[in-house]
Structure formats: C-alpha cells, structure tokens
C-alpha cells in the first residue's frame, strides 16, 4: 500500500495519553517523559479540549525557571487539528500544516481514535 492510500487508521497511534488542564506542567513532562511521548491530549469532563506539546512544555519551564510555572491548561494548544480515521495522509498532512503543529488528534464517531504525528507520517514514508 503505498502513501497515497494510506489513511489515519493506519498511521497513527492508537493509545493516547491525557492529562487534565489544572495539572502542573511537571507532572505532564514526567508523563511524557516515562512514557516515550512528546503529546498529550488535554481532556476536562471527558471531552478533548486541547494538546500538550513536549516543546511547549519545556520552553514554559524553562522561561518561568524562578516563577511558578502555570497549569497544562495555559500551555496547551487550542483550536487543535483534528483529522477523522477514513482521512488519507495528504489530508493528515495539510491538517497539520493549518495548524502550524507536528501532531493531529484522529477521532471517529465524536471520540478521540488516536493521534498522528509528523514521526508517524515519516515511518510511514520510509516504510514504502
């Protein structure tokens, strides 16, 4: 199968980590960090309402060193790009590149599916 047929379904990852918005942002970069990821979805109430990106999160630790850092919530980005499973990688790829982000939430039937990052979509690439 090549690029041009691949979808989200099979380029993303299907377990995402979440992290609620009042949380400290070193509580999300510990998570990342044991985790191996560089995204987390921010839900409150059961409902996606931002993505947490590993950069961002070191950039605001790191500029607020001798303040105290703010909540996930303050960090996250928000409108984020959200793509559905059936969605090709061309599709995936303009979807990130509006939002000006390495990573898309999939989401099928009003629920969060998985995510794609611009890493799955270079595996993806490198495999043909």
């Not at 090549?2 to 510990?30: H, N, Y």
């Not at 979805?41 to 303040?67: F, I, K, M, P």
């Amino acid at each position: 199968m090549s690029t041009t047929d691949a979808t989200a379904k099979l380029v993303m990852t299907p377990e995402v980590l979440g992290i609620v918005p009042q949380a400290p942002l070193e509580v999300a970069l510990r998570m990342m960090a044991e985790a191996g990821v560089r995204h987390l979805l921010v839900a409150d109430q059961g409902r996606c309402v931002g993505l947490l990106h590993e950069s961002d999160v070191l950039w605001r630790l790191w500029s607020t060193a001798t303040a105290m850092p703010p909540p996930v919530r303050a960090v996250a980005r928000t409108p984020m790009a959200v793509v559905g499973v059936s969605d090709d990688v061309h599709v995936i790829a303009r979807a990130m590149v509006d939002a000006e982000t390495d990573a898309a939430v999939v989401a099928h039937d009003g629920r969060i599916a998985g995510i794609v990052t611009a890493t799955d979509l270079l595996r993806r690439l490198a495999t043909e």
